[in-house]
């Protein structure tokens, strides 16, 4: 496993257990069965922001550790609002909700997000205290009929990204409040192999440092600990 630094800055950005149940729920729903599986649990130091934060995992599926997924530090117009570059498969929780996507970047920094409804092997619990925790099913397809991971995937390039909101103001250029992979960066990300069963942990790949989210706000409103990433594990499991 290495870390990648993203270095295409365009100005968009100037700008849990493995369960093998079946279930039914709202977006992000249960599969039947899931041989195939990725799970992730994420730590963050303060309780899960459920009013107006947003918490996104973003998963590149095409096999090439030169380019992934990079926080947008300030506005965009790219509908996700919170993480940008290349990357193919977005999961999302905001007040309580997940969703997932499969996600086609467009030109111009557009994108196009193809929902997939049926992609959890249990449907995740919201958040009751400062763990994140989901697990997908790679086999999984979007609602359109898609596969939601790229069939024959052999490493994904992945990056957490917390932001206190969605920046749509094209004339605010501060930066928000958010946290990414890496120390005080919004374009580090890591690379991991998923071809066999094995579980990754932070300490032993990415090290994410705490106390390192980015903001330009000084009204100390923000409860920044509720953004600060300080521990995950990422599972794949192979039939």
Do not use: H, W
């Not at 849990?16 to 041989?35: I, N």
């Not at 997939?116 to 009751?128: E, H, I, L, M, N």
């Not at 917390?162 to 946290?179: G, I, Q, S, V, W």
């Not at 071809?195 to 942990?201: A, C, N």
Request: hydrophobic fraction near 35%; charge should be negative.
């Amino acid at each position: 496993m290495k870390i990648q630094k993203y270095a295409r800055i365009s100005t968009l950005f100037l700008a849990a257990p493995l369960l093998a149940s079946c279930a039914s729920g709202p977006s992000g729903g249960a599969t039947v069965q899931a041989p195939n599986r990725l799970s992730v649990v994420m730590t963050t130091r303060a309780p899960i922001n459920n009013n107006g934060a947003v918490y996104s995992f973003a998963f590149d599926d095409d096999d090439n550790s030169s380019d992934g997924p990079v926080a947008i530090v300030t506005s965009t117009t790219v509908p996700n609002g919170v993480v940008a570059g290349s990357f193919t498969v977005l999961v999302q929780y905001e007040g309580g909700q997940y969703t997932v996507f499969r996600r086609t970047e467009g030109a111009g920094g557009t994108e196009t997000l193809d929902r997939a409804s049926r992609a959890f092997v249990t449907q995740p619990q919201p958040a009751a205290g400062s763990t994140l925790a989901f697990t997908l099913d790679l086999d999984a397809t979007t609602d359109s009929g898609a596969r939601l991971f790229r069939a024959g995937v052999q490493r994904l390039d992945i990056n957490f990204v917390t932001a206190n909101e969605r920046r749509r103001d094209p004339n605010d250029n501060l930066r928000k409040a958010f946290d990414a992979f890496g120390n005080r960066s919004a374009g580090a990300f890591a690379t991991f192999d998923v071809r066999s069963s094995r579980t990754y942990r932070d300490a032993d790949t990415v090290q994410e440092p705490t106390g390192d989210v980015q903001t330009d706000d000084t009204s100390n409103a923000i409860n920044l600990q509720a953004l600060d990433i300080s521990d995950f594990t990422i599972t794949i499991l192979r039939s």
